[in-house]
């Protein structure tokens, strides 16, 4: 038997595991709180790996080595940054949010938590909040589906074309019918498969190098200054590049698992396995980078270039290990691509069921009727996305930096604010959110300052300074505001 067919028995294998489960799922999804939000019924393992797989995509295991492959540890900064903002995420917006999104009309989507938190007489904000959802979930998505197709084309030779409809039909199955659980359910396996991916890969790929000071001594003869952390880039490279953690406090696909987790109490367990997952992945996914340095840059092996360089987990993997195991690393790029984008799926289907079309348009069909629109909402964003990704003509890491930043400016400082600081209002929050969208949109696409600065510093900066600046002209006691932020305070105390 070929190594071909043994890797595609085993993507086969995995494919066919997530839609049982997305069938597991779909059988125990009875409302449109169980499809949007799990019945707020996660344990916190799950919690936290769903979280972790939702958040780290295909940039974990293709975008983040194929940038340290290209330029070394200066690269890391994007992980040191993220590990730290998602720390500060699960500190201070998990069990804040859990409590929250409950006591204000139980909401289950960001929208409208944000709606019924800030109690604005018009539809304004929610109907905000949800486009926001749709623009940088649609860049967000694509650039999963790009993945996808760069996925086929180079560990099996398929077309970019075929490779990105078989990733986005799976996806989207699961996804469709079994709803939030069965992305969360999915997101678990697909966590755990990454974890284990991204530690043996580079684990025997060291040994099969001879050992650890074998491997080091190749990777300073190809570049000496790949494991510096600072050659080749200044304070202000630095502080961009680590700024990447600010994107954490307003990612949906990430903060609404604080909102299904069983209770705030369980969010410090989930906590503890969410960033030791993270951290030990990361720093798997960088160790891959390195070792494939030593690897392809030795005798009778080809360097990678920067057209290759994300692919250096695939050809690491398919170069060390015999060819089912291969196929099952393979898989865990698999897994990191479809929890992203069934994660971002869900999310953008709840913002056009939930806070669009049930919230301004009709509010008075029955709970099955929403499921089916959500199962609507979730193909036709899947078939625009596609759409977008039909010409690959963007890095996954650019495409992926767009959408987080997008998230991060426009939502991240009122999430904040609105979980912290009583005094913020609804037109306060708007401005901010529009603030943020805005400057990101305009700094992404000026050469001259995507340049200089990360255009997520500029958008949270200007977008926290707008939304404290109106809240502050606009501010009027409400008693129903008090009552909420007083009796979250009272829960939060309790869950101690």
């Not at 084309?153 to 199955?173: P, Q, W």
């Not at 070792?291 to 993997?317: C, H, M, R, S, W």
Request: hydrophobic share 55%; proline share 3%; net charge neutral.
């Amino acid at each position: 038997m070929s190594a071909e067919i043994y890797q595609i028995i085993a993507i086969i294998i995995y494919m066919v595991a997530m839609l049982v489960i997305g069938y597991y799922a779909y059988r125990k999804t009875t409302n449109l709180n169980d499809y949007m939000l799990g019945g707020r019924d996660l344990g916190p393992a799950v919690t936290a790996l769903s979280a972790g797989a939702a958040d780290m995509s295909a940039w974990l295991l293709m975008g983040l080595p194929g940038a340290i492959y290209l330029s070394g540890l200066t690269s890391a900064w994007i992980a040191i940054g993220l590990t730290i903002g998602a720390y500060l995420n699960w500190v201070f917006v998990a069990p804040r949010l859990r409590v929250y999104t409950e006591v204000s009309s139980n909401s289950i989507t960001i929208p409208s938590y944000l709606d019924n938190r800030l109690k604005g007489k018009s539809a304004l904000l929610r109907i905000a909040s949800g486009i926001i959802i749709l623009l940088f979930f649609t860049f967000y998505v694509s650039s999963g589906m790009v993945a996808g197709g760069k996925f086929f084309e180079s560990s099996f030779g398929l077309d970019y074309h075929t490779g990105l409809l078989i990733v986005s039909a799976v996806v989207v199955a699961y996804t469709l019918f079994g709803g939030f659980l069965a992305v969360s359910y999915t997101d678990f396996l697909q966590g755990l498969m990454m974890f284990i991916a991204l530690i043996l890969v580079p684990a025997i790929g060291i040994i099969a190098l001879g050992g650890f000071g074998e491997t080091v001594d190749a990777i300073q003869a190809v570049e000496p200054n790949h494991f510096s952390l600072f050659a080749g880039t200044t304070v202000l490279g630095i502080i961009s590049t680590a700024a990447w953690g600010l994107g954490y406090f307003g990612q949906p696909h990430i903060i609404v698992r604080f909102m299904a987790i069983k209770s705030a109490r369980e969010a410090k367990s989930a906590r503890r396995i969410g960033i030791g997952w993270m951290i030990f992945s990361l720093l798997g996914a960088i160790a891959t980078a390195l070792v494939g340095v030593a690897y392809f840059n030795q005798a009778g092996q080809t360097p990678l270039d920067k057209a290759t360089a994300e692919t250096v987990f695939i050809l690491l993997g398919q170069a060390v290990f015999h060819p089912f195991i291969a196929g099952l690393m393979l898989a865990a790029i698999l897994a990191a691509i479809m929890s992203t984008i069934s994660s971002q799926l869900i999310v953008t289907s709840s913002a056009l069921v939930e806070d669009l079309y049930k919230k301004v348009i009709k509010s008075d069909a029955e709970d099955k009727t929403y499921v089916l629109y959500g199962r609507i909402a979730v193909l036709a964003v899947s078939i625009f996305a596609g759409f977008l990704a039909w010409e690959q003509n963007e890095t996954i890491l650019g495409l992926v930096e767009f959408a987080w930043a997008g998230f991060g400016a426009s939502f991240g400082p009122v999430i904040l604010l609105s979980l912290y600081w009583r005094k913020l209002t609804s037109q306060g929050a708007l401005a901010g959110m529009i603030t943020g969208a805005i400057v990101v949109v305009v700094w992404a696409n000026i050469e001259v300052l995507k340049s200089a600065m990360y255009e997520i510093v500029p958008g949270f900066i200007l977008s926290l300074i707008v939304a404290v600046v109106v809240s502050i002209i606009t501010y009027k006691p409400n008693p129903a505001i008090e009552e909420e932020f007083n009796e979250t305070n009272r829960l939060i105390n309790e869950n101690k």
